[in-house]
């Protein structure tokens, strides 16, 4: 074995050790009972609790319609720099920092300063439930990843040979989006799909400040409060519901490209 091959299987294995031996003492914690022994009792207690479910089926429509949100924005747009206003590519690059520039805390500050001072029909709906007060604003906190993984994805494709041959073939530009760009860059919206699904159902700040209590990661923590064992079960859970959402979605992008090309 080679001197850089060793190191790479060093390097490896710390990772695996830095990453997998805290899951493994949180996942022997969470099977802890109040007896001193071992049990799914706190397992049992996640599906047993209505409010938990409650709170996560909340949490994944919000997921859900955040991530459909983003790629309905940040695809076409991307595109259309990149094809028409090349020039504009840096300030979109800048302007999509932003949200990471700015703080959660300071952004759900002003978010609860609108949501107490301005009224009208169309603020009262917003703020109506917590699917349409929060995807609207993880939306914008979703921009800075979805964009770099989508722009990643168009830079490494010949976007404009793609388009103009697809164009000369007679299909319009919506056409040329769906049949030709999207397959093209499909790992890279699937990437910034799981992204979004990730940052939605983990994050916690403006929900906590705007006082929606009804979302997956408020329940994890009041949980805390009283249960530490169904805690710790509950932060394994959303791992495991985030990496199923990735199997799914990645599977979802698959089936779809195999049937595209069969049906061609």
Same mark, same amino acid.
């Given at each position: ?8 299987? @060093? %390097? /490896? $294995? !710390?990772?695996?050790? +830095? ?6 003492? =949180? &996942? ?110 993880? @939306? %914008? /906190? $979703? !921009?800075?990843?979805? +964009? ?6 168009? =830079? &490494? ?108």
């Amino acid at each position: 074995m080679t001197r850089g091959r060793r190191w790479r299987v @060093v %390097v /490896l $294995a !710390l990772a695996a050790v +830095y990453f997998l031996l805290p899951l493994l003492a =949180a &996942a022997e914690f969470s099977l802890r009972t109040p007896g001193g022994g071992y049990g799914l009792s706190n397992w049992l207690a996640i599906a047993r609790d209505p409010v938990l479910i409650a709170a996560l089926f909340t949490s994944l429509q919000i997921a859900v319609a955040t991530a459909v949100l983003v790629l309905v924005l940040v695809v076409p747009t991307a595109v259309w720099v990149r094809l028409r206003l090349p020039g504009l590519a840096g300030a979109l690059e800048s302007a999509t920092i932003l949200p990471i520039v700015i703080p959660p805390v300071v952004m759900a500050a002003g978010i609860a300063f609108v949501q107490a001072n301005l009224g009208g029909p169309v603020f009262r709906a917003l703020f109506a439930s917590s699917t349409t007060a929060l995807t609207p604003f993880y @939306v %914008v /906190l $979703a !921009l800075p990843f979805a +964009y770099r993984a989508v722009d990643n994805g168009l =830079a &490494a494709i010949p976007l404009r040979t793609l388009v103009e041959a697809a164009r000369n073939l007679g299909a319009g530009m919506a056409t040329a989006l769906r049949r030709v760009v999207l397959p093209a860059i499909r790992s890279a919206v699937l990437g910034a799909a799981f992204l979004t699904l990730a940052l939605v159902l983990g994050e916690i700040v403006i929900a906590r400040i705007l006082l929606y209590t009804d979302t997956f990661p408020i329940a994890i923590v009041e949980v805390g409060r009283s249960t530490a064992g169904v805690a710790v079960a509950l932060s394994l859970a959303s791992l495991l519901i985030t990496w199923v959402l990735l199997l799914a979605v990645s599977f979802a992008g698959g089936r779809r490209t195999r049937s595209e090309g069969s049906s061609s």
